[in-house]
């Protein structure tokens, strides 16, 4: 693994904690200085290859001392990290360090100081990677400066569950289970975590490619669902489960605006990707329906839709006004603003500089870190790949 970062460059060693059952192990990491990579050539977003896009924006690599205009293009102002091997998951801890997972190989990073130094903290061995699944989604807790407690999705042998885990130092405790069952399937699994304004864990699974789950109101599959820190179905879910919505395709990005309205980005199957206005108890309409149009059928309809080449949407996050989106197939970042509460007047921006993006988050410091994910199988690496990206938007 390489880390790289503008002018500062330092030699990390991490320790490797192996969890659920393994002993322990060491790894080493080294921090070099590297200069920004070219962008990956091609991508695709479903189980066979597709070609990819050509560019048709680009992203200066410089850092400037201007920020950038309200609504310019954002700029890519570094390499935070390099070398990675397929990141899924991304979260801050409190004091602006990241928690990030790598989907394959079942490890979890930190992401830490001015220098990016990367430590590698454990290993949920309990994750069983194949095709989609894996190590997906983390989240930190709101009290995590009084419980240390680091929330995974996990796809194992027999379900996908949340698990949660202590962290102390560079030491990841054991991950104890707090909520089993979700379908998994080689596909559409799901797997963002985001804890909301109320406190509760938001959760969003697949319906694994039996679309007729997500119909099911009591299947937990193509759903997003709305637990306690603990793991129970959280007090006031509109049926008395874990279910917030249903009649879901895929959902791998979870946002709240800053009127804590609930959004997610869902991936279509031929026709539309999806954003969606999360609502209490609503069902969006998959496999009944794709995209728009089903209002009259009783299913409440996406605010934004794209062609699925030029999306297959996974990470989501809000800044300053705007939902950003992060793109597979699509190879971009997506800007949508939010007006009220519609989401308006999409913008593409990156368009193929970096290849496949899984991840996006914002800082407190008005910032984007934005993950690629070129090394999953369906897309092409190039070098330094997969990255993680400091943007200015």
Known sequence: MRISRGSAAAAVAAGAL????????GNESTLTITG????????????????SEPASESASATPSSEPAAPDGPPEVVEEIATGLEAPWGLDFLPDGDAIVTERDTQRVLLVSGDDYAVTELGTLDVAAPQGEAGLLGVAISPDFAQDRFVYFYASTSSDNRVLRATLRGDRLGEPTPIFTGIPNGYIHDGGRLEFGP????????GETGEPSLAQQRDSLGGKVLRLTPAGKPAPGNPFGTAVWSWGHRNVQGLAFDDADRLWASEFGQDTFDELNRIDEGANYGWPAVEGKGGQAQGFVDPQQVWDTDDASPSGLAFLDGHLWMAALKGERLWRVRVEGDRAVD????????????????ATDDGMLWVMTSNRDTRGEPGPGDDKILLVRP
């Open 18 to 25: 192996l969890l659920a059952g393994c002993g322990q192990g």
């Open 198 to 205: 109320d406190g509760m864990l938001y959760v969003s699974t």
């Open 36 to 51: 920004t990579a070219p962008a990956s050539p091609s991508e695709t977003g479903s189980p066979s290859p597709s070609a």
């Open 346 to 361: 999409a913008t593409p921006f990156l368009i193929g500089d970096y290849g496949r993006m899984r991840t996006v988050a």
